[in-house]
């Protein structure tokens, strides 16, 4: 079975900085793109950032200069660096990723479970 679990979030004070990480595993034979949601109280999920496989990375304006999205392609491994972090950061943040697998050969999307990050003001 394939499947991404995040880990890295929990409570972070105003101004500093966190690291998420997203794993995945499975028969996988490739990941194309990948990218980090949030969903925070109240609010609809929204993209954070997206990064190819050759590394070329989007944002939206409210993380431009403070988040980084990252991949490690040999670890099959996402990661989203958060600075500077303010409290509307609040969110569980999920992974997605689009992933060739096989037995059988097939492309799925995927999400993981997310991680809450929780910036106190």
């Known amino acids: 079975q394939v499947q991404l679990v995040e880990s890295g979030g929990g409570l972070v004070q105003a101004g500093g900085s966190l690291r998420l990480s997203c794993a995945a595993s499975?028969?996988?034979?490739?990941?194309?793109?990948m990218g980090w949601y949030r969903q925070a109280p109240g609010k609809q999920r929204e993209l954070v950032a997206t990064i190819t496989r050759g590394g070329r990375a989007t944002y939206a304006d409210s993380v431009k200069g403070r988040f980084t999205i990252s991949r490690d392609n040999a670890k099959n491994t996402l990661y989203l660096q958060m600075n500077s972090v303010k409290p509307e950061n609040t969110a569980v943040y999920y992974c997605n990723a689009d992933l060739v697998v096989a037995n059988p050969y097939r492309y799925l999307k995927v999400w993981g479970q997310g991680t809450l990050v929780n910036v106190s003001s």
């Open positions: 499975g028969s996988i034979l490739s990941i194309n793109g």
